[in-house]
């Protein structure tokens, strides 16, 4: 038996390790933070006193030490703070940087905050600001303040500004400081404004003096627009600053300005510049903590909001008008008034500033090269990519280095990082790199708010966007519905399947009006899509006769899919008349109304179809699901219905071959072996995932790792309750009803045992003129079934004609005379 040895740690290793965790400690960094916040305040107070009181107690606090000023019983001063206060505001003021040192108890203030986690204003930023404000504040308060007032006791510039102007005056002159402080101000004012550079431009021309615009004045009425206000004629900021510093300087050396020097032409230069650098920003930043290792982290792509209200989601413009001054048939005009839900409806996760953690950088950069070091890999180069819940390690083997013999090393790499999910990529994918996917830590939430307030969603024009998360690179990921066409979901139970089904159908939401698309959802568990039921009137299609919104019965999903495969043939009918090939150009003929829809022709929106559980109902219903699937994915997608099915078992027996080949595109959660993995993705990499929303997203031969978007039950909750508010058609959209040959026979119905409601429902139907099976069920409140019997019964009296799929039934009786002398010879 072999004993192991306790590794001891020292006590003073661990009570330095003490001390570290108490300063970590979110308590401790409080506390710390409300006592610097109280310095900087009381400092700040000291200040502004001195400027009143400082007359009488500079005697008393020059030439004194501060322990003697506080030791002393008898000596009693203004300030609002004290004998100390009093000391540190003469020694802050006069001997160091003059009426700007009150930025230094602003800056304890900030840091203070800061501390207590209520400002997250860069420090980098304050501290640029703060030193930035001491030197050019304290250099102009010298030259200007200190040379108007020169007999108060206070030194505007202190000791600092007054030396730092004098050696600037015998050097440049004072028109050199004139110049410097405009510069200043230009610096202050480009950097501090959030406007964009053309208006910061725009302003600067609107303050020039007025004999600057003289010249101009010619060029900028012509260039004004008409329906912009014209803007007072008042001196700018500029031209009272240079009014006022030309009289000082006039009055005290005897010397006049000339007006040719102007501030404004010295800055046009530097403005440009500003521009342009503004404008060639990347939407990333750089962090090299050495010269071998370059760490990328990428920004988000976020924009502040998304208009309720707003059409940006709609792809095709229909306000123009037809031919023969005939206005476009508008789909939308029922719900006209319809507004999509608002992003307050999400909710927002604080990520907080995405510091990366470097020393965790380092680390894993170090345990890499030294674990393919000890197999005898070297390598030239490593770059970092750190995403919300992943960071790639690109590397650049030497020359002579195999690939395989990296790809082969992923279980010893991910035994010296001691992380789960290690995933290697050799080579990367257009580039001469090998990637090594490493989870982060500290993994960041990937909300859905993030995903749908980002610049790339709000200004996509596909037909069906949707939004999934962000990849490695911090990019939102979005892909249009239609070009896949349908989507094979896999996953094992609790990695993050059904929100990423609830992520898919949020995207849809926030971007498809009710009139442009329709959802059939299935849902097998009878939970996980219930939450939608309040927007059936909006969004949900089903059969007439069924009265849940949500398909949970397998008799019922069998039904449906079979009424799916006949309504695309009835489109596929509906585009052969049309003499078109796909949905698109059918709708854009529809609404340029060269389609009439006295020939059956109507207009028609896409049906998205999500089936949950794929592998209960193979399971329960086995050939009956399957085969209506597989016409689906077939011939579907001209038509406009698009499936995406979702399962916890991507087993051979569930995802068959006529189904993996109709389904291109594939969304692979954690599963928990990797012959799933192949299953699903053809290749291994889906068992490597850490959960939690953890994917890879297939199309074709690309392979992209994604953080799925993360929105949960009271978000949903919100958003169907904000559309179901709303006003809705009168139903949910009706599938065509699909009825057996046996049931369609009019010789196997017996009129002889007609229902009680016989009569009445074919005057109902002759007055409507109108063969609905819907039409008896809703005006008799009666069962699909029994509605069903009712229309078999009228079929075979003759007073109907046969089924035709979704289009009502000829009614050939036209007035009630005739069908009451019909009823009369049934009698």
């Given at each position: 038996?072999?004993?192991?040895k306790r590794k001891?740690t020292?006590?003073s290793?661990k009570?330095?390790?003490?001390?570290?965790?108490?300063?970590k400690?979110e308590?401790t960094?409080?506390?710390l933070g409300?006592?610097?916040?109280?310095?900087?305040i009381f400092?700040?107070?000291?200040?502004?006193s001195?400027?009143?009181?400082g007359?009488a107690?500079q005697?008393?606090?020059?030439?004194?030490?501060f322990?003697?000023?506080i030791r002393?019983?008898?000596?009693?001063v203004d300030?609002?703070t004290?004998a100390?206060?009093?000391?540190?505001?003469?020694?802050?003021?006069n001997?160091w940087f003059?009426?700007?040192?009150?930025?230094?108890?602003?800056f304890?203030?900030y840091?203070?905050?800061?501390?207590?986690?209520?400002?997250?204003f860069?420090?980098?930023k304050a501290?640029f600001a703060?030193?930035?404000?001491?030197?050019c504040?304290?250099?102009?308060s010298?030259?200007?303040?200190d040379n108007?007032?020169?007999?108060?006791?206070?030194?505007?510039g202190?000791?600092h500004?007054?030396e730092i102007?004098?050696?600037?005056?015998?050097?440049i002159?004072w028109?050199?400081?004139?110049?410097?402080?405009i510069?200043?101000?230009?610096i202050?004012?480009?950097t501090?404004?959030?406007?964009?550079?053309?208006?910061?431009?725009?302003?600067l021309?609107?303050n020039?003096p007025?004999?600057?615009?003289?010249e101009?004045s010619?060029?900028s009425?012509a260039?004004?627009?008409?329906?912009?206000p014209e803007?007072?004629?008042?001196?700018?900021i500029f031209s009272?600053?240079f009014s006022s510093?030309?009289?000082k300087?006039s009055?005290?050396?005897?010397?006049?300005?000339?007006?040719?020097?102007s501030?404004?032409?010295?800055?046009e230069?530097?403005i440009?510049?500003?521009?342009k650098?503004?404008?060639s920003l990347?939407?990333k930043?750089?962090v090299?903590p050495?010269?071998?290792?370059?760490i990328?982290?990428?920004?988000d792509?976020?924009t502040d909001?998304l208009?309720a209200?707003?059409?940006?989601?709609?792809?095709r413009?229909?306000s123009?008008?037809?031919?023969g001054?005939?206005e476009?048939?508008?789909p939308?005009k029922?719900?006209s008034?319809?507004?999509?839900?608002t992003?307050?409806?999400?909710k927002?996760?604080?990520t907080?500033?995405?510091?990366?953690?470097m020393?965790?950088?380092?680390?894993n950069?170090?345990?890499?090269i030294?674990?393919?070091?000890?197999?005898?890999?070297?390598?030239t180069?490593?770059k970092a990519?750190?995403?919300?819940?992943i960071?790639?390690?690109e590397?650049?083997?030497q020359?002579?280095?195999?690939?395989?013999k990296?790809?082969n090393?992923?279980?010893d790499i991910?035994l010296?990082?001691?992380a789960?999910g290690?995933?290697i990529i050799?080579p990367?994918p257009g580039?001469?790199?090998?990637?090594?996917e490493v989870?982060n830590?500290?993994?960041?939430?990937v909300s859905?708010?993030?995903?749908?307030?980002?610049?790339?969603y709000?200004?996509c024009n596909y037909?069906?966007p949707?939004a999934?998360g962000?990849?490695?690179t911090?990019e939102?990921f979005?892909?249009d519905?239609t070009?896949?066409p349908?989507?094979?979901?896999a996953?094992?139970?609790g990695?993050g399947?059904?929100?990423?089904?609830?992520?898919i159908i949020?995207?849809?939401?926030?971007?498809?009006?009710?009139?442009?698309?329709k959802m059939?959802?299935?849902?097998?568990k009878?939970?996980e899509?219930n939450i939608y039921?309040?927007?059936?009137n909006?969004?949900?299609a089903?059969?007439p006769?069924?009265?849940?919104p949500i398909?949970?019965?397998?008799s019922?999903?069998?039904?449906?899919?079979n009424?799916?495969?006949?309504?695309m043939d009835?489109?596929y009918e509906l585009l052969?008349?049309a003499?078109?090939?796909a949905?698109?150009?059918?709708?854009e003929?529809?609404?340029?109304?060269?389609?009439?829809?006295?020939?059956g022709?109507?207009?028609l929106p896409y049906?998205v179809v999500v089936i949950?559980e794929?592998?209960?109902?193979?399971?329960?219903?086995?050939?009956?699901?399957?085969?209506?699937?597989?016409?689906i994915?077939?011939k579907?997608?001209a038509?406009g219905?698009?499936?995406i099915?979702a399962t916890?078992?991507?087993?051979?027996?569930?995802?068959t071959g006529?189904?993996?080949?109709?389904f291109?595109a594939?969304?692979?959660?954690r599963v928990?072996?990797?012959?799933d993995?192949?299953?699903i993705l053809?290749?291994?990499?889906?068992?490597?995932?850490?959960?939690?929303?953890d994917?890879?997203?297939?199309?074709g031969?690309?392979?992209t790792r994604?953080?799925?978007?993360f929105v949960?039950?009271?978000e949903?909750?919100?958003?169907?309750?904000?559309?179901?508010?709303?006003?809705g058609y009168?139903?949910a959209?009706?599938?065509?009803?699909?009825i057996s040959?046996a049931e369609a026979?009019?010789?196997a119905?017996?009129l002889?045992?007609r229902?009680?409601?016989?009569e009445e429902?074919?005057?109902l139907?002759?007055?409507h003129?109108?063969?609905?099976?819907?039409?008896?069920q809703?005006k008799?409140?009666?069962?699909?079934n029994r509605?069903?019997?009712?229309?078999?019964?009228?079929?075979?009296?003759?007073i109907?004609?046969?089924?035709q799929?979704?289009?009502p039934?000829?009614?050939f009786?036209?007035d009630?005379?005739s069908?009451e002398?019909l009823?009369d010879?049934?009698?």
């Open positions: 038996m072999v004993k192991r001891r020292s006590p290793k009570k330095r390790t003490d001390w570290l965790h108490l300063f400690s308590r960094q409080f506390i409300v006592i610097v916040a109280f310095v900087g400092m700040l107070l000291a200040i502004i001195f400027f009143f009181t007359a107690d005697s008393k606090v020059l030439n004194v030490s322990w003697q000023l002393s019983s008898n000596l009693e300030n609002w004290g100390g206060g009093a000391f540190i505001a003469e020694r802050l003021v001997d003059g009426l700007f040192s009150s930025l230094i108890p602003i304890f203030i840091i203070g905050l800061r501390l207590m986690r209520v400002s997250k860069s420090f980098i501290l703060t030193a930035f404000g001491l030197i504040g304290s250099i102009s010298a030259f200007i303040l108007i007032l020169p007999d108060s006791h206070v030194k505007w202190g000791a500004g007054i102007e004098r050696f600037l005056e015998s050097s002159g028109p050199g400081i004139i110049l410097l402080i510069l200043f101000i230009v202050i004012v480009v501090v404004r959030r406007s964009n550079m053309h208006k910061i431009q725009q302003t021309v609107d020039k007025s004999f600057l615009k003289f101009e010619v060029e009425e260039t004004i627009e008409p329906d912009l803007k007072e004629n008042k001196p700018g009272k600053l510093i030309k009289e300087l009055s005290n050396n005897g010397t006049d300005i000339e007006e040719e020097t501030p404004e032409e010295e800055i230069e530097p440009e510049t500003e521009t650098t503004a404008d990347t939407p930043y750089v090299k050495d010269d071998d290792f370059e990328i982290v990428p920004k792509d976020e909001s208009p209200d707003d059409d940006k989601g709609n792809k413009d229909l123009f008008i037809t031919n001054n005939q476009a048939y508008d939308k029922d719900l008034m319809f507004k999509f839900p992003l307050d409806l999400l927002v996760y604080n907080g500033d995405r510091e990366i953690n020393a965790e950088q380092n680390e950069k170090d345990k890499i030294s674990t393919l070091r000890n197999y005898g890999i070297e390598i180069s490593i990519t750190v995403g919300p819940t960071t790639l390690y590397i650049v083997p020359a002579g280095v195999r690939i395989s990296i790809r090393l992923e279980d991910a010296s990082l001691s789960l290690i995933r050799a990367m580039k001469g790199t090998v990637g090594i989870p830590k500290d993994p960041q939430i859905m708010h993030s995903v749908l307030s980002s610049k790339r709000q200004e037909e069906l949707v999934l962000k990849t490695i911090n939102v979005i892909f519905l070009k896949m349908h989507l094979l979901v996953g094992a139970t990695q399947k059904s929100v990423g089904l609830n992520a949020t995207s849809l939401l926030y971007k498809m009006h009710p009139a442009e698309m059939v959802l299935i849902d097998p009878m939970v899509f039921s309040i927007i059936e909006h969004y949900l089903k059969l006769d069924e009265d849940k398909i949970t019965d397998v019922k999903v069998t039904q449906t899919l009424s799916l495969t006949k309504e009835d489109r052969m008349k003499h078109v090939r949905i698109r150009e059918y709708n003929k529809f609404i340029n109304r060269r389609l009439n829809p006295n020939n022709h109507r207009y049906i949950d794929f592998g209960d109902l193979i399971m329960t219903a086995g050939k009956e699901i399957e085969m209506p699937i597989a016409r994915a077939q579907a997608r038509v219905i698009h499936m099915i916890q078992r991507p087993t051979t027996n569930i995802i006529t189904i993996k080949a109709n291109p594939r969304m692979a959660f928990t072996s990797q012959i993995s192949r299953t053809d290749m291994s990499g889906a068992n490597q995932l850490i959960g939690r929303g994917m890879l997203f297939s199309q031969s690309t392979l994604i953080q799925c978007a949960d039950t009271p949903l909750d919100d958003i169907t309750k904000y559309i179901g508010k709303q006003q009168d139903a959209y009706p599938l065509p009803e699909v040959d026979a009019p010789g119905v017996d002889n045992d229902d009680v409601l016989f429902a074919a005057r139907i002759v007055v003129q109108q063969g609905s099976t819907s039409l008896i809703r008799f409140s009666i069962g699909y509605a069903g019997r009712l229309m078999d019964q009228l079929e075979a009296a003759g109907v004609g046969g089924a799929g979704s289009k039934r000829e009614v009786i036209q009630e005379y069908l002398k009823l010879s049934l009698n």
